[in-house]
């Protein structure tokens, strides 16, 4: 096994960034913690049957506090900001933040102030093995539902893996503050944000290149080719059944903008490893399940109206707004998230299309409209 830690490169910022008479004690202290706190965590084939795991690691600027359990609320609101990603011996993508309950994040805080990597993959092996899906013929029927489904693996894409404005938020807290106080002034805070931007984006490609590498190139070149990004949940997708594959690539391509939808939804068609549907939450047979396999089976048909007319009963429109929207595959549409994309929808159904809107500040405007409360 090999450990590696992706870290920010050294910036001549970081030396008044953690000089207290040039920032003032608070934001030196935050300084020092933003330019010494890896991003991410990289262990390399911890076992047989997991070539990698990743651990994109909030900034925890109160990392010693929170071992403390009158702490308890600040390891659970770190807790969310992370990213705990398996690429197992097939070369699916796995995201395990389900199985860090606030047990397991407790033991992970502890063990990230320790030296060395080794307790923290202990840690992780605890809590896969908890859930039963350590070895990868020993899985548990219900492994669908950890397959990675929602983020992107590119730098600054809409719902990318970094959520870089959630991992250092009191670190860009302190800066306005020195800069509110007259700590520091107006050109020190723009040369501190730009060097923040250039770093995070270095760091971050570089995490996005070392996941993609250890995934599937030929479906992530065909993502490439669709528009909708090299997406994890849908490269699940494409790359679970190989025979349909091409279908679902070209209706991905159609419709870009449900490739969240289509992952939250077909992921959870997949069968188990023992065969059958899998069991969500103790219910085999609901409305959802039922929908998510017939709507499965309707876009590997490979019947392009079959799949329109299924789309617009899911979602309560006519099948000729859904049509509009296979005609034009509108970019700045995006890939909004499942609830967002029923209001986007519904407000396309109530518009002609001929008013629909042509350029990327229009489709702002309606995809704000549509997550607006009604």
């Known amino acids: 096994m090999d450990f590696s830690a992706i870290r920010l490169p050294p910036h001549p910022i970081d030396d008044p960034l953690g000089d207290p008479a040039v920032v003032g004690p608070e934001a030196s202290h935050l300084g020092r913690l933003y330019a010494s706190t890896p991003r991410a965590l990289i262990w390399h084939s911890p076992s047989g049957d997991w070539p990698l795991f990743v651990l994109v690691v909030p900034i ?27 690429i197992d011996s097939q070369r699916r993508a796995f995201d395990f933040r389900r199985l860090l309950s606030d047990q397991v994040l407790v033991r992970l805080v502890d063990a990230l102030t320790q030296p060395g990597s080794d307790q923290a993959l202990d840690v ?28 992107r693996l590119e730098p600054q894409a809409p719902d990318a893996l970094y959520d870089r404005p959630g991992r250092f938020p009191d670190f860009l807290a302190g800066l306005r503050r020195a800069l509110y106080d007259d700590l520091i002034d107006l050109d020190f805070y723009g040369r501190a944000l730009r060097a923040i ?20 190139a030929a479906v992530l ?6 528009g909708a990004g090299r997406h994890l949940g ?23 903008c449900f490739a969240q939808f289509f992952a939250d939804t077909l992921l959870d068609a997949l069968p ?30 490979g019947q392009d109206r079959l799949v329109i007319g299924a789309l617009a009963h899911r979602f309560g429109v006519a099948e000729n ?19 967002q994309l029923s209001g986007i929808l519904r407000h396309l159904d109530a518009l002609p299309e001929r008013v629909w809107p042509t350029d990327p500040g229009g489709w702002d405007r309606l995809i704000s409209h549509a997550a607006s409360p009604a």
């Open 60 to 86: 925890a600027t109160r990392l010693t506090l929170m071992s403390n359990p009158i702490f308890a609320q600040l390891v659970r609101d770190w807790g969310h900001q992370i990213r705990l990603i398996g």
């Open 124 to 151: 992780l092996f605890a809590a896969l093995a908890e859930g039963m899906l350590t070895m990868l013929e020993q899985r548990r029927d219900d492994w669908p539902a950890h397959l990675a489904r929602k983020h």
């Open 272 to 301: 188990n490893p023992a065969g059958g549907a899998v069991e969500r939450f103790g219910q085999r047979h609901t409305e959802a399940a039922q929908f998510a396999s017939g709507l499965a089976q309707v876009v590997d048909s």
């Open 234 to 256: 849908c490269y699940n997708w494409l790359l679970l059944d190989t025979r349909h594959a091409e279908q679902r690539a070209y209706v991905l391509s159609r419709l870009g």
């Open 221 to 226: 070149k065909r993502l490439d080719r669709l």
């Open 321 to 339: 707004t859904i049509r509009a929207l296979w005609r034009r595959a509108p970019v700045a549409l995006g890939t909004p998230p499942t609830w």
């Open 197 to 216: 931007d250039r770093r995070e984006l270095q760091a971050e490609t570089t995490l996005s290149d070392l996941i993609s590498a250890a995934l599937d």
